[in-house]
């Protein structure tokens, strides 16, 4: 089992509607969850953070956490072509290793 | 600000030579961390630093990389001899501190073996 598990994709969303990213991980020591969003052929950017159970709402993005489940969620209403990349999810294991998922592709149609 | 500076971006070498990579972090970014990123994949770290401290080199493939932050600030990473697989970005990060996950990136450093 991966430490962090993404859904490679590539997710496709029309322009306008909401684009919904899932992430798992394996050590339940984990306490801070961010995604991270990658350009191609750019470094990753970080773009939400989220530490405690529940819902963060930055903008147009929302980050869940569900620590039971062992699940994080990214979503981005009213997407937009400029979304169009690849999402990675990144977990501080309980070790305080930054482990990333292998990235969710994203791809916005108009 | 400045941001996390990384050189070369891009080095083309043939397998066995040796090539190193370079990272200047934000300023008072203790934590620095060396990632390796293969097409379609996340980001994998090889070596993180605490000020000029190695913490976690467990995933460095102590056989031919190394890696150093004199004074705990500028770091190296050096690979000798490359080999074909060594081919990906090489992304250098710096953090606040260790706890936090919030790191930011350099542009990285593209390195192919011929």
């Known amino acids: 089992q991966k430490e962090v598990e993404q859904n490679s994709g590539p997710l496709s969303v029309p322009e306008g509607a909401i684009a919904s990213l899932n992430c798992t991980y394996s050590?339940?020591?984990?306490?801070?969850f961010f995604w991270y969003r990658q350009y191609s052929g750019k470094s990753p950017e970080l773009i939400m953070s989220?530490?405690?159970?529940g819902d963060k709402e930055d903008g147009r993005f929302t980050a869940q956490l569900n620590k039971a489940s062992q699940y994080v969620s990214l979503l981005i209403r009213d997407s937009q072509p400029s979304d169009s990349a690849t999402y990675l999810c990144a977990v501080t294991t309980s070790a305080s290793k930054i482990i990333f998922g292998s990235g969710t592709r994203l791809s916005i149609r108009p | 600000e400045a941001g996390v500076v990384q050189s070369p971006r891009y080095k083309i070498i043939e397998k066995k030579q040796p090539v190193a990579f370079w990272c200047n972090p934000i300023?008072?970014?203790?934590?620095l961390y060396w990632y390796r990123q293969n097409l379609g994949q996340g980001p994998e770290l090889l070596i993180r630093y605490e000020n000029e401290e190695a913490v976690d080199d467990s995933q460095l493939p102590k056989d031919r990389f190394s890696a150093e932050r004199l004074k705990g600030v500028d770091s190296t990473l050096k690979i000798q001899p490359a080999e074909l697989g060594d081919s990906a970005v090489y992304l250098c990060a710096s953090s606040l501190g260790s706890k936090t996950g919030e790191l930011f990136f350099g542009e990285g450093s593209r390195l192919t073996v011929l």
């Open positions: 300023s008072g970014h203790n934590t």
């Open positions: 050590d339940r020591g984990s306490q801070s």
């Open positions: 989220i530490y405690s159970n």
